[in-house]
């Protein structure tokens, strides 16, 4: 069984801080991971897929890296719409499995 | 522009069932796979299974297997999910969204309907 472990829980930074959220794998899931940010009463949103590559619109203060069992979303500085839940994401075979989420608050 | 609209909230009693639906527009709908993800209320995300309304291929979650059936009509480019003998455990937030099969991009959720909120209580 695949799991997807965010840490930390909680991130709590200022305004054009740098924030650096880890999403870890077990077992090894080569480089298909899937970044999402959830405001508050919104959707979800897509922001990284397979791995390093942003998604359309979204913008370059988010970058995503790292392969086989330890991944990161960096948000290079944060601004006050940043405020919401990431989550990471991983497919294996055909099944889709999210991490537990770590809300960053500004 | 890709848009996924989801049916209304509802609220339903115990053991009642319930079917949601999800409209896409502004692709070929028959072309990608649509996921359904469950948000209970200040949780995190659940995949529980997966369409591709062009040939009806579905694959489920096993914590959602038997529990619900996903079904698609590409003719109306919609999505279904159904959920049978409702519980209070069943309260959440529904998602659907649209997985690309193909490409660097292939098994993400690129585009998200609203939510669909339902409701179990007696």
């Known amino acids: 069984e695949l799991v997807l472990t965010q840490s930390p829980d909680t991130l709590s930074l200022s305004p054009g801080e740098r924030a650096t959220l880890s999403c870890r794998a077990s077992?090894?899931?080569?480089?298909?991971v899937a970044w999402y940010q959830q405001r508050v009463g919104q959707s979800p949103r897509l922001l990284i897929y397979?791995?390093?590559n942003r998604a359309t619109g979204i913008p370059a203060r988010f970058s995503g890296s790292g392969s086989g069992t330890d991944f990161t979303l960096t948000i290079s500085s944060l601004e006050p719409e940043d405020s919401a839940v990431y989550y990471c994401?991983?497919?294996?075979?055909?099944?889709?499995?999210f991490g537990q989420g770590t809300k960053v608050e500004i | 522009e890709v848009q996924l609209v989801q049916s209304g909230a509802e609220v339903k009693k115990p053991g009642e069932s319930l079917k949601i639906s999800c409209e896409g527009s502004?692709?070929?709908?028959?072309?990608?796979?649509i996921a359904w993800v469950r948000q209970m209320p200040g949780k995190g995300l659940e995949w529980m299974g997966i369409?591709?309304?062009?040939?009806?291929?579905?694959r489920y979650s096993p914590s959602f297997r038997g529990q619900v059936t996903i079904s698609a009509d590409k003719s109306t480019s919609s999505a279904y999910l159904q959920l049978n003998s409702l519980q209070a455990s069943d309260s959440a937030m529904y998602f659907c969204?649209?997985?690309?099969?193909?490409?660097?991009?292939?098994?993400?959720?690129?585009?998200w309907g609203q939510g669909t909120l339902v409701t179990v209580s007696s």
């Open positions: 502004g692709y070929r709908f028959a072309s990608y796979w």
């Open positions: 994401q991983q497919r294996s075979n055909w099944l889709w499995t």
């Open positions: 369409i591709y309304p062009g040939n009806l291929d579905t």
């Open positions: 969204a649209r997985v690309p099969g193909d490409g660097l991009s292939m098994g993400s959720f690129d585009s």
């Open positions: 397979s791995g390093s």
């Open positions: 077992p090894s899931v080569g480089s298909s």
